[in-house]
């Protein structure tokens, strides 16, 4: 019953390869987002999704392409993987409109780029 | 875009002790949020608080949006109260949340 999942938790992979990572919630939410998080810690917004539309497409390198098949999914695809593309990527939701406008986070990918 | 400043750093703190967190902001806000992301990495949502105050168990925050800063309060720290605490909001009418560097917090037993 888990409400943000993202798949797979740890990825590895070489400089060049082209890899994607899926994320899903089943909170019936609207919108969902990616982040990134550096070595640092620090947190920065990637792309949202409303209801399948792209609303927000922040600084982030054409190599980075999100897709939303239906309003429980947002996948991150990225090519031609960089050394710098090390992170951990994380998942959220909210719904519009709502009580709050609460963000839920998945527990996040580990992407190493060798 | 929106500044979000927290304060301090790094926290560490005997088992038992209370501690107060805080968040500044550099304009005014419709989402602000406190998680804890603990040391396996997971963002736990603790608080949404645009404005007001909630309590939660030994946590509790208070956010004033008209002096643009919020207080996280600890009291009765345990060691698994240790990890990053983030605060982090959405300005106007935005939705995507801008998030402070955080607070290393160390609870030592």
């Known amino acids: 019953d888990t409400a943000v999942s993202q798949t797979p938790k740890y990825l590895v992979t070489q400089m060049g390869n082209d890899k994607s990572i899926k994320c899903e919630q089943n909170l019936g939410h609207d919108t969902m987002y990616w982040y990134k998080q550096d070595s640092k810690k620090f947190l920065k917004i990637m792309f949202s999704y409303n209801n399948k539309e792209l609303i927000i497409n922040e600084t982030v390198p054409n190599r980075f392409s999100p897709k939303s098949p239906d309003k429980a999914h947002l996948n991150l695809h990225i090519n031609s993987l960089e050394l710098g593309d090390s992170a951990v990527y994380f998942c959220?939701?909210?719904?519009?409109?709502?009580?709050?406008?609460?963000?839920?986070f998945g527990p996040g990918t580990r992407l190493t780029v060798l | 875009g929106i500044q979000v400043e927290q304060s301090p750093p790094d926290l560490i703190l005997q088992e038992g002790a209370n501690s107060t967190l805080r968040c500044n902001f550099s304009d005014s806000v419709n989402n602000l949020q406190w998680f804890h992301q603990n040391p396996w990495g997971q963002l736990i949502n603790l608080f949404y608080?645009?404005?007001g105050t909630k309590q939660n168990g030994r946590l509790s925050a208070t956010t004033v949006a008209t002096e643009r800063y919020s207080l996280l309060y600890i009291s009765s720290s345990q060691t698994t109260d240790s990890g990053v605490y983030f605060c982090?909001?959405?300005?106007?009418?935005?939705?995507?949340?801008?998030f402070g560097s955080g607070t290393q917090l160390t609870v030592l037993p």
């Open positions: 959220a939701s909210s719904i519009t409109g709502g009580f709050s406008d609460t963000q839920y």
């Open positions: 608080i645009p404005s």
């Open positions: 982090a909001v959405s300005p106007g009418s935005a939705r995507q949340l801008t």
